[in-house]
């Protein structure tokens, strides 16, 4: 208290999803500076995952990852490998990003829940990395730049025969390559600047990646 202007809701299991009917939150994901990240499960079995954002100064994040979601899927259409984004609240608190769920979790949830990534042998390792690379050059394709590629942001599902694929996720932090991709679109952007030969090295995205 009296560090920051916070909003007064806060996501809690067995809540409603204010402005959503019949979803209610269950588990806590994760968080981060923008807030937090809850598992929501709806009436009709359905589950998804929500960001949420309690500070109005640090809604961009949530609101760069729509644009760029948005970017992606016009110019690259549906996709397995990119985690989709769908739906957003971003006009009155609680703010939020609603996107699909991922049965295994984060490439880190993946790997420990298999006794460690060491133990998944080499060539499924080598795989995965595979579709990272795949999932990243489709959008460096259309100029879109991730930022911040790490296990945390990789998500892993299953195909029809059970073997494990990745998906690229939170494009939070990502760029563009030329502004001019925006032009025609029928939404709002803010909050993007072009990306500079210099610009991977300076800010967003962990450092250790």
Do not use: M
């Not at 019949?22 to 981060?32: A, I, P, S, V």
């Not at 490998?81 to 769908?86: R, W, Y």
């Not at 760029?175 to 803010?190: P, W």
């Amino acid at each position: 208290p009296g560090d920051e202007a916070t909003l007064g809701w806060r996501p809690a299991p067995a809540l409603a999803v204010p402005g959503r009917d019949g979803w209610t939150l269950c588990d806590k994901l994760g968080e981060g500076g923008f807030g937090e990240v809850w598992l929501a499960s709806h009436q009709s079995g359905v589950r998804r995952v929500f960001k949420f954002c309690f500070d109005a100064s640090r809604l961009r994040g949530l609101k760069r990852e729509a644009t760029l979601f948005r970017i992606l899927k016009d110019e690259l259409g549906d996709r397995n490998d990119i985690a989709k984004v769908l739906d957003w609240s971003f006009d009155e608190p609680p703010y939020f990003l609603e996107s699909e769920y991922t049965e295994g979790g984060s490439l880190v949830d993946w790997g420990q829940a298999a006794g460690g990534i060491t133990s998944v042998p080499l060539e499924t390792r080598l795989w995965l990395i595979a579709q990272v690379a795949e999932a990243l050059a489709a959008a460096h394709s259309v100029g879109v730049l991730h930022k911040d590629v790490k296990p945390q942001n990789v998500l892993i599902t299953e195909d029809a025969e059970g073997k494990p694929k990745a998906r690229l996720a939170d494009f939070g932090v990502g760029l563009v390559r030329d502004k001019s991709i925006f032009l025609g679109r029928d939404f709002t952007v803010t909050g993007f600047t072009e990306a500079t030969p210099g610009a991977s090295r300076n800010g967003g995205g962990t450092r250790l990646y």
